[in-house]
């Protein structure tokens, strides 16, 4: 079983992993941190390991019912949104309603209430209720961004977890912002970093020439490189993953040949190598030359 990683969420990776491979959970959890959108969109993710009967993937296809979600039209998770600022009893009654019969489809019902601060006095006293006599396998995902205004009697029944406030910018506008290329010249090096795969030794000369054309000074082949490690990263990440960060799969797919993620791991830390390097070296084209002919060679090892 694969484990869950997301990128700057420490706890709450480690708590879906222990949920994913135990399949115990607490009744209820508490997701807190600055921003409503983050938030939703991770208890929207944690609803799914608790409800996936796989084994939870990001865009898990594999069930329908990830899928209904995603779509809105799964039963089994409901979604308490505040109206005016305020969440009436009448919401909560209607969730509890949903989950009086054990769940069936989902290996958990969940129900996600967000800004649970805002639950006026009647609303939280059925919330309570619901948390002491626990109906069927149904879990509770509050969110809130100002835990102190949570009823002290809601929050200490819950796991707390705090959610880190940051979104991993991804995709060809990050490729353009490490590197300062424009679309273009980006593509110029993936294309250039396709050859190498596909020539090998072959017409190596040919494109070592029109790339050192293309980045004739230190500064533009150190963010060349830096594009082609990126190139090689989303290599790795199609395959553990099976999915990129930067470019587009079937882009990736297209240099990726047979090569397994030891070539890859090998490939990139070599231009990390050499990214450390270029800055010593006097002979760009020497530089280049080892390059090249040393990633080819890395194909035959
Ligand atoms: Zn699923």
New binding site residues.
């Given amino acids: 079983m694969s484990d869950i990683i997301i990128n700057n969420q420490p706890v709450l990776s480690k708590i879906l992993n222990k949920i994913q491979k135990s399949n115990t959970n607490v009744q209820a959890y508490m997701l807190y941190g600055d921003s409503k959108e983050i938030l939703r969109n991770y208890a929207i993710m944690f609803a799914?390991v608790l409800?996936?009967?796989?084994e939870?993937?990001d865009n898990?296809?594999?069930?329908n019912?990830?899928?209904r979600i995603d779509n809105n039209v799964y039963g089994e998770l409901k979604i308490v949104n505040p109206v005016n600022k305020m969440i009436k009893k009448e919401a909560v009654l209607e969730v509890k309603e949903t989950f009086n019969t054990e769940s069936i489809e989902g290996k958990n019902g969940v129900y996600i209430i967000n800004d649970v601060e805002l639950l006026n006095t009647s609303a939280a006293n059925a919330i309570l209720k619901f948390l002491e006599e626990p109906d069927g396998n149904s879990v509770a995902i509050f969110t809130t961004t100002n835990l102190d205004a949570v009823i002290k009697t809601i929050s200490s029944r819950c796991q707390t977890i705090k959610i880190n406030n940051y979104k991993v910018k991804r995709g060809i506008e990050f490729v353009m912002e490490v590197s300062g290329f424009d679309e273009e010249t980006i593509y110029k090096i993936v294309d250039f970093t396709k050859k190498i795969e596909k020539d090998k030794a072959g017409a190596i000369s040919n494109i070592k020439n029109e790339f050192i054309n293309n980045f004739d000074n230190k500064d533009a082949l150190m963010n060349a490189l830096n594009v082609m490690l990126l190139y090689y990263k989303d290599m790795l990440n199609y395959l553990i993953r099976n999915k990129c960060f930067y470019f587009d799969v079937n882009d990736v797919k297209l240099a990726l040949n047979n090569q397994d993620k030891d070539l890859i791991s090998r490939k990139i830390s070599f231009i990390l190598e050499n990214i450390s390097k270029l800055e010593y070296n006097v002979n760009v084209l020497l530089f280049m030359d080892n390059l090249i002919i040393r990633i080819g060679e890395m194909n035959d090892d």
């Fill in positions: 799914k409800i996936c009967p796989r939870y993937c898990c296809n594999k069930c019912i990830c899928r």
